[in-house]
């Protein structure tokens, strides 16, 4: 459910007209709803209600600051993956003792960062990784807080780019060798043993997976507990979201029409299913979801620059392109797109929209059916706030994309586009060119 809607003819975000939105701060521009976001973690947090719970928000998935600081002030802490991640927590006004350090290479200067900030545990993926840990809290003189990632080796049924939790992948330890892991995690006197994780893909709408992996990895945890009094088991991300129709999916009737065998994964079934697992091993449960908590709380508003049509095909041309929103070229991915003034005498047409970009697969539908519209009109891309402007690059020295949040009436720009001075304040032509 999501607070994207039209009121008449004009799709809103909350109660702003997202055309308002464009007309102020121009375009391709993301739109992010805090209410939706607000929804999305009460819905996680109520319906695992009955276990001692920490939210970590994946912010890899949105890392804007005034996102941030919204998460932050509603009890969640973050699951980051950067030293340049653990700043923007500071940035934002929040706090790292909630938040846990994950990621396969973790260098000493982000460790070292990480345990100045009191982070409250590093997700550790390898031994050579504890003994570096190890190694910078020494140096400190304190104990580094660790988990060890599990690799439970279920299939996610997911996209092969986001799939994780499966034996020949890069992340965790298989589980076969997680009690040698942690044996030499006890013997490092620079490490204090503090939880353990795993995480096993991302955008998974079906329950079947999360409980598997957590049937297969609950009697190690609990020996975990028996052996080393650890206080945690986090149990990563990846809800999915709803990209197919992500319009119709904002309103509770939607879902109630989905047959149950159907109906994507829910916060409710979620928790109805793990709860009962979970409970039982009397330990604080981690969740680490990204893309559930800001998916479909944003969208990417573009405007069309040309309407082409040609022999058999015809192009919408926008102005948003695939260094503003690379989802669908990376991993094929579907965004619904729609119009933001929605018009019922006009004629429904069958396009390919693209962004302007010298390049095929700067594509992001192909035979799209979507309401004629002209140039200079708008669309919205939905479902765009995880993994959107924070996989936005400069490709063809476009600058970075603006960002708004909208709470209710109230919208404020949260990140202005970059400008080209911006873009190329680090470069220089060397002396020996002049
Ligand atoms: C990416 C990631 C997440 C978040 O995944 P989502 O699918 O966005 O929920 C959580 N934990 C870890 C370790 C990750 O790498």
């Known amino acids: ?69 919204h998460f932050a002030n509603l009890g969640a802490g973050f699951d980051l993956v950067s030293g340049g991640e653990l700043r923007r927590v500071l940035a934002a006004g929040a706090n790292v003792r909630t938040s846990v350090f994950a990621g396969v290479g973790k260098t000493e200067g982000e460790i070292k960062l990480a345990l100045e900030n009191d982070i409250y545990a590093f997700h550790v993926e390898s031994e050579p990784e504890l003994a570096r840990i190890n190694h910078v809290a ?63 893909g991302s955008q998974i709408t079906e329950v079947g997976p999360f409980v598997e992996a957590v049937k297969k990895v609950a009697p190690f945890v609990a020996e975990l507990k028996a052996a080393y009094a650890i206080e945690y088991f986090s149990i990563g991300g990846g809800l999915g979201i709803v990209y197919q129709d992500a319009l119709a999916s904002g309103s509770a009737a939607w879902w109630d029409a989905q047959p149950a065998d159907r109906r994507p994964l829910t916060p409710e079934a979620y928790g109805a299913e793990l709860t009962p697992l979970l409970a039982p091993l009397g330990l604080k449960v981690l969740l680490e979801h990204g893309r559930f908590m800001v998916g479909n709380a944003g969208v990417l508003l573009a405007r069309v620059e040309h309407l082409k049509r040609g022999a058999g095909k015809n192009f919408l041309i926008v102005d948003a392109a695939m260094n503003d929103l690379v989802r669908p070229a990376m991993y094929e991915s579907f965004h619904e797109i729609v119009p933001v003034h929605r018009d019922s005498s006009r004629r429904a047409l069958v396009a390919d929209i693209v962004g302007p970009i010298c390049e095929s697969g700067d594509c992001f539908a192909k035979d799209r059916k979507i309401q004629e519209v002209g140039e200079g009109e708008l669309v919205a891309f939905l479902s765009a706030g995880a ?10 020295t476009r600058g970075m994309p603006a960002e708004v949040l909208v709470n209710g ?24 060119l002049q």
């Open 1 to 69: 459910m999501h607070h994207f809607s039209y009121s008449g003819h004009d799709l809103h975000c909350e109660s702003v007209d997202l055309a308002a939105i464009a007309k102020l701060y121009g375009t391709p521009t993301y739109v992010y709803s805090a209410a939706t976001m607000a929804d999305n973690f009460h819905r996680l947090q109520r319906n695992l209600g009955g276990l001692d719970l920490q939210i970590c928000y994946a912010m890899k998935a949105n890392s804007n600051l005034a996102v941030l600081r």
């Open 138 to 200: 020494g140096q400190l003189g304190v104990k580094a807080p660790i988990a060890i990632r599990i690799n439970p080796d279920v299939d996610a049924n997911t996209h092969a780019k986001i799939t994780t939790g499966k034996s020949g992948n890069k992340f965790g330890i298989p589980l076969k060798h997680a009690a040698a892991a942690y044996e030499a995690a006890a013997k490092l006197k620079n490490l204090r043993i503090r939880g353990v994780q795993m995480h096993i």
């Open 387 to 396: 993994y959107g402007y924070v996989m936005a690059s400069r490709y063809n």
């Open 409 to 432: 009436s109230a919208f404020e720009l949260v990140n202005a586009r970059e400008t080209f001075e911006q873009m190329t304040a680090g470069e220089k032509i060397p002396a020996f």
